[in-house]
DNA sequence: ATTTTGCGTGTAATCGATTACAAGGCCAAA
DNA sequence: TTTGGCCTTGTAATCGATTACACGCAAAAT
């Protein structure tokens, strides 16, 4: 029966003990310098490669971090999860992604990975996790590190990076109102979500800097997807007394309402401006291009994964008492085609 | 110092040994009902968790499985690992996604994970890995099963799950014909890619059906990139004699071509139609609609993961030993908005 | 010449779960 | 009463790497 080769082959091929060859691999400088070479002679000999578990299970850590997200299948996530990989394949650490809704919508699924035996940090990017199910684990001393990206749970006191999105949505509506528009609409993201609460607030509090409001008919419900932005366009088309610009929570929505809006023979931006929230690659390449908030994904991913990092090198008693930091990470306005003055 | 319930605390707390307990975790038919239901009751009280170092350790596996791919940040690929995810997660394995391209874009970076000591199983996506990297790794019972999907490597012999590229560019450009298209080019994807190759192949063979030929003017590169697909649509209107109509071997470069032909006041389809490939979400919502090819990116994950599965059963020798099958998913043309009979 | 210092290496315990094997208990058949 | 068999459980070896500790030897210090 075939095996693997394993330390003890190693040592044995370079006559030393299995001690010096475990050191040689994590410690050079300790070992001689004919040892160290006659050690790696040997290791490319037999062609060995350390057993992950073995190792795993001597050192108490598993090597691996998670990340949990709402789903893979959203653009907006694959540059975050760029970010996260390139830091932590630096640090020699694998990354699980793990799509927290796979079969159900609502009720988002914990898996076994909040647990310290599996992974050696997390960051969740869902916001709609349960919280019970993050803090119901054991002491906090045994649960591995947490960090939040873009989204967060507030019950769950842990560091985050997040934007300011109160501020970017008030920042979008502020460029509706300097245009002329005085009649705005806003496309919601999930109810529940953190990031449509906050989005919403912002966008109500620059109204309100401006004397306007957002009435209900005009804040449309949606879900983040390309079919709630092209559902908003429906309605926003059907209803009689309607905006002269919506400010949509993501860009899918937006490009949803936007190609839903012109299938119909609107004009974007002459009859309707549009504002998006994301920048995603596709919102400077569409027509006409998306005017939106733009978010620097790539660098929420890569300041998450070195703030896990750092909490990971904390005594598990020292990360507990600590406080959690706040990042936030700042925004743009991308002014591009799809807003211009309100009609007549 | 505090330290996580291991299979001794839970023997101790219901009072049986640690064989009692593993037993009852994983094979619970064999302990007598009231053992059972202490050992369960210790398990609770406890806390306790398997260690899954531990017990990868001892079973000689990894629990793991990982998805090599060019890029996550494509959306093309997240369908693809959402059903990948969703057999694993059934499985009861973990997915690593690794990206073999997150610093430089030709030498595609072959990482640890091929070998036994990290997986149990490989999915491979991406066709311009070094297949010396693949292979170059011990004798083949010790590397980890492999199966390719989407794309694979014609010198590395091992299942495959993918679609027919050939057979589903020839139907692309069938469509054209049928509209009365006589001059048709191609937005090509990135040079030496397998896909790319075949859906060329294909294009040409249709066009060579119809007495057509594609000339080299008309063959514009690229690499699947909406930019790309932008550069193209330039490419295309710089171009004194140009064709009516334009298959892309991806729809984001098929986005990005209408895009850019749009922001030049060229009117598609009226003026020129465009085929893309893949049918992204956003294809069915963009103006036009893009008429394109029809992916079934969820089943091609979810049968390269059974085809995976399937294949870490078998003993490595036998593994070895079978022949290597090959699955073809059919396609289907999504005739949309952006494809219509030439001008005059 | 003797003691000290320190470098390099080996021995052996350890991480936590699994499992082959042995053994004990109980009941039924002889 | 004894024997055989089944069911349940425990003992202890094992997976492969790491590391505390001890030891041997050579160079430096006395």
């Keep these: 029966m075939l095996r693997a080769p394993s330390i003890r082959d190693v040592a044995q091929a370079a006559g030393v003990s299995t001690a010096t060859v475990s050191r040689t691999l994590t410690n050079p400088d300790v070992v001689s310098e004919i040892t160290r070479e006659a050690v790696f002679r040997a290791i490319r000999e037999t062609g060995y490669v350390v057993n992950q578990a073995a190792r795993n299970l001597r050192r108490r850590e598993t090597g691996a971090v998670a990340v949990l997200l709402p789903n893979i299948a959203n653009p907006f996530f694959s540059r975050i999860l760029s970010g996260i990989a390139e830091v932590m394949s630096e640090a020699g650490l694998n990354v699980f992604i793990n799509d927290t809704t796979p079969v159900t919508r609502d009720e988002h699924r914990f898996p076994e990975y909040a647990s ?3 992974v050696d940090g997390l960051i969740v990017l869902d916001g709609m996790l349960r919280h019970d199910a993050l803090l119901d684990r ?10 939040f990206a873009c989204e967060w749970i507030e019950q769950v006191a842990r560091p ?3 934007i300011d999105n109160h501020a970017a949505a008030a920042q979008a509506i502020r460029h509706l109102l300097a245009l002329g528009h005085r009649r705005i609409g806003h496309a919601c993201g999930p109810p529940g979500n953190v990031l449509s609460i906050a989005r919403l607030a912002g966008a109500r509090a620059a109204l309100a800097e401006a004397g306007l409001s957002l009435p209900d008919a005009w804040a449309f419900p949606g879900d983040f997807s390309l079919e709630s932005g092209a559902a908003a366009a429906r309605a926003w088309h059907a209803a009689a007394d ?7 929570a993501s860009d899918e929505m937006a490009l949803g309402f936007i190609g839903e809006a012109q299938r119909r023979g609107i004009k974007v931006p002459d009859e309707i401006s549009v504002v998006g929230f994301d920048d995603l690659e596709m919102a400077s390449h569409a027509v006409p291009a998306l005017t939106t908030i733009h978010q620097p994904r790539a660098d929420i991913g890569r300041a998450a994964a070195r703030m896990l990092l750092e909490r990971m090198l904390l005594a598990p008693a020292e990360r507990v008492a600590r406080p959690a930091p706040h990042v936030v ?10 807003t211009a003055p309100p009609p007549r």
């Design 138 to 147: 054991g002491p906090p001393e045994l649960r591995p590190p947490l960090v």
């Design 242 to 248: 309607r905006p002269t610009a919506v400010f949509c």
């Design 329 to 338: 990470l700042p925004v743009t306005l991308a002014v591009r085609e799809s």
């Design 160 to 162: 985050k990076v997040t």
């Design 116 to 118: 310290h035996a599996h």
